[in-house]
């Protein structure tokens, strides 16, 4: 190479790197972290208490499927909150460090008005320190901003990275970064990781999601 060539070179590295740096481009979530070990048992299934759980979820060949309706009810006989049909991961609540979650999702045609995700735990009044919500085929981080469009019927990779000291909330989808802003959480409560359907306001009858290759992270 002559300096011509090398200084062009330098500089399309450098633009690479500001480009994936600022979200622009996929990067690869998970380096730095290290997966922590997942099966079924740490699969808390959270559904209608009336209800056997096969009737609200299935499990079959690597894919989680859950849904409820809006009529349903609580996940138990005491609850005063909405319907839901929830994984919730246990084996892996923190109240400190850098954690992540990783999955594939799916939402079909219809759902709407449902949380798909949610970093549970927070200072009061809130519940939660993240919520992906679903509207209309768009997938949002709370009701605002919109993080994808048009994700009806499709695949697609969500990491969430929860910084418990630095206050910060990164969301990817399919590795590009669509939120970076702090979070409702506090370092004195634990939280734990849940995706599937939790209604919401707006609810549609049906709420349905599907998962795959969950996986938990921890910053090293």
């Not at 798909?116 to 735990?121: D, Y």
């Not at 702090?182 to 359907?197: E, L, M, R, S």
Request: hydrophobic residues 35%; glycine residues 6%.
């Amino acid at each position: 190479m002559n300096s011509h060539t090398n200084f062009l070179f330098y500089i399309s590295l450098v633009f690479l790197f500001i480009y994936k740096a600022k979200g622009f481009g996929p990067i690869d979530t998970t380096l730095g972290f290290l997966s922590q070990p997942l099966n079924q048992s740490n699969f808390d299934i959270q559904k209608p208490y009336n209800l056997p759980v096969d009737q609200r979820y299935r499990f079959v060949d690597g894919v989680h499927k859950l849904w409820v309706f809006k009529t349903d009810k609580p996940h138990s006989r005491t609850s005063k909150t909405n319907p839901r049909t929830e994984i919730r991961i246990r084996g892996y609540d923190y109240s400190s460090g850098v954690w992540q979650f990783e999955a594939y999702g799916y939402v079909p045609s219809g759902t709407s008005g449902v949380c798909i995700m949610q970093v549970f735990g927070s200072k009061p009044p809130h519940a939660t320190t993240t919520m992906l919500t679903v509207y209309n085929s768009n997938l949002l981080y709370y009701r605002n901003p919109v993080i994808l469009s048009d994700l009806y019927n499709k695949w697609f990779r969500v990491n969430v990275i929860h910084d418990v000291e630095g206050n910060n909330v990164k969301v990817y989808i399919d590795g590009v970064l669509k939120h970076d802003g702090p979070a409702q959480g506090d370092p004195h409560i634990y939280h734990y990781f849940k995706c599937g359907v939790y209604s919401q306001n707006e609810a549609s009858f049906c709420m349905e999601s599907r998962w795959k290759d969950i996986r938990v992270f921890k910053k090293t």
